[in-house]
């Protein structure tokens, strides 16, 4: 059984950093890539990034390139969300998630969840 725990959620102003965790219990964490979401009100869940198992990262949202990345320490079992120059809509509830690969899937087969951390960011 795998457990996943966000920490880091803050409210912040407009172009503060930001660092959030993802601690990982279980099994052969350095196997599985890791995904960050988020879900702003009233929308959607979006996938932001991933990192394969090796620590290589992949983006998919277009507004976070230069500003957010992501690393991660196998000897620790945690992902790390590192978030710059952070801007309103960046505002979401921020989610980890394993992938079902040690790479990071194109269609995203994520298993298993955390219970997401809240990210605040006023102008």
């Known amino acids: 059984q795998v457990q996943l725990v966000e920490t880091g959620g803050d409210s912040v102003q407009v172009g503060d950093s930001l660092r959030l965790s993802c601690a990982f219990s279980?099994?052969?964490?350095?196997?599985?890539?890791m995904g960050w979401f988020r879900q702003a009100p009233g929308k959607g869940r979006e996938r932001v990034l991933c990192?394969?198992?090796?620590?290589?990262?992949?983006y998919y949202e277009e507004s976070v390139k230069g500003r957010f990345t992501t690393s991660r320490d196998n000897t620790k079992n945690v992902i790390y969300l590192q978030m710059n120059s952070l801007k309103p809509e960046d505002t979401a509830v921020y989610y980890c998630?394993?992938?079902?690969?040690?790479?990071?899937?194109?269609?995203?087969?994520?298993?298993?969840w955390g219970q997401g951390t809240q990210v605040t960011v006023s102008s």
């Open positions: 998630a394993k992938e079902h690969y040690y790479y990071c899937s194109t269609s995203g087969s994520y298993d298993y």
């Open positions: 279980g099994r052969s964490f350095i196997s599985y890539a």
């Open positions: 990192i394969t198992s090796s620590g290589s990262s992949t």
